[in-house]
């Protein structure tokens, strides 16, 4: 008899999204002649950047040549030329000194946030923002690292951190020990950003208390305020306390292409049961080149190229086409009263529903009278109750036609 993992079968159906697609659905269904428009999954819609076409093209024509073509990469965590352009560009423009051996280039952040917890012991306390990207969470989850479902989409044992506007949507440490912690900066989904201090913060805190920060900057590039910072490694300390991951999804639209990496510095410790320090790197590189045999070349061409004079200036464009959007969402809504958050260093509007309303009343709200769709805030957690996240990511005539049905008919 095969016994089946029971962890899985703590999870909590994936409700969120299905459930905005059927409500979704069944409005279309009873008017078909709504122009509906998604303001609410956070996926890209311009297209690659010419610069990242063109090295792709290229890399394309190599490997149809018996000189150029190449199998698999044998260092298994990505081509020197990548990890080269990362060390530079994200790193040291930055101040910060980070080895080409501490990079680690994956398909995907939301592989790499999922997939770093199975290099840590399951008595491990965890420690997750609420709201939360849900990735973090259900991997725990799966592996077992929690008990069963508690109250408002909980579970047991996981240590859930408010953001809120009182704290601005920053976590406060939590009272209880925790052993990791997730934080996501730029937010997905307040779209609040960290101040260095902030940070500092909880850097202090993990080296005092041995743990470790898993540091999601997936949206770095959206930063427009000249202080915050965009890798956690600015904040003196982090590298004995922090992992932190990066995404070329957003910042270059490669949700469809597939491209990340993940940042884990030498200095960064575990602890077995009798106390020896264990470096975390090794063991991460291990399980990398076990489970997963790289990035393709072609794709690793067209990362390089988003670090090459064009593929920057031309992703600015794209990054200042989506935050043009944003400031005209938040300004927008701002004059008609609603209290929004987000969308200054982040693609995300984290809006306080009207009234009181609950997320999905507003939801409905939406979908009904403006004919869009966007993000019930409950969805993320109990903490987004009573708020609703629009992305950006919408092109810019959606947005403006968006905005003026809610301003006419809401
Ligand atoms: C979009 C997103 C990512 C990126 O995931 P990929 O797998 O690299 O596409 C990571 N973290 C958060 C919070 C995100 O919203």
Known sequence: MTKINENFLKLQAGYLFPEIGRRKKAFQKANPDADIISMGIGDVTQPLAPAVIEAMKKAVDEMGQRETFRGYDDSGVGYEFLRQAIKENDFESRGVDIDID?????????CDTGNIQEVFGLDNVIAVSDPVYPVYVDTNVMAGRTGGPAEQGKYEGIVYMPCTEENSFVPDLPKEKVDLIY??????????????????????????????????????????????????????????????????????????????????????????????????????????CTKFNGVSYVTQAGAAAVYSQQGKEQNQRIIDIYMTNAKLIRETLS???YTVYGGLNAPYIWLKTPNGVSSWEFFDILLNKAHVVGTPGVGFGSAGEGYFRLTAFATPDNVKEALERITNNI
Do not use: M
């Open 183 to 288: 934080l996501c900066f730029p937010n997905n989904p307040t779209g609040a950003v960290a101040t260095k201090e902030q940070l500092k913060k909880w850097v202090d805190y993990a080296r005092e208390n041995k743990a470790i920060i898993l540091f999601d900057a997936a949206y770095e590039a959206f930063i427009s305020e000249a202080d915050i910072p965009h890798s956690i490694y600015e904040i003196d300390g982090a590298k004995e306390a922090a992992i932190e991951f990066r995404s070329f999804s957003k910042s270059a639209g490669f949700t469809g292409v597939r491209c990340a990496f993940t940042v884990i510095p030498k200095q960064l410790k575990a602890y077995t049961k009798d106390g020896r320090a264990v470096e975390v790197a090794p063991i991460w590189k291990r399980r990398h």
């Open 335 to 337: 004059r008609l009263g």
């Open 102 to 110: 501490e990079i680690f280039v994956s398909d995907g952040a939301k």
